[in-house]
């Protein structure tokens, strides 16, 4: 009884089934306006696996939370690329 009950816990608290988290930084190109941090923002944001996105308009850079079983690197400069905005993995 008791080991369907912690199954039963693991498996609506999510953690059974989460992937790996990972926070990154890129560099954006191309933000020159109060409207530009808001289009990366939400190009991030329809990358699968994407939790959360942070933008640094003053240093030009996208912090990003994601799940890497879901997304990678490639997925989210390809996201800011097709939005009008090149990036790269800042180091």
């Keep these: 009884m008791r080991i369907s009950t912690l199954i039963v816990s693991v498996l609506l608290s999510g953690s059974a089934f989460a992937g790996t988290s990972e926070t990154l930084t890129l560099n954006v190109q191309n933000m020159t306006c109060a409207g530009c941090p808001i289009t990366v923002k939400k190009a991030l944001e329809h990358v699968p696996g994407v939790s959360e ?5 003053v240093h030009k ?6 799940d890497t079983d879901k997304a990678n690197v490639s997925m989210l400069t390809k996201a800011t690329a097709d939005a009008g905005f090149p990036s790269t993995v800042r180091k």
């Design 61 to 66: 850079t996208a912090t990003v939370h994601l």
């Design 53 to 57: 996105v942070s933008i640094d308009f």
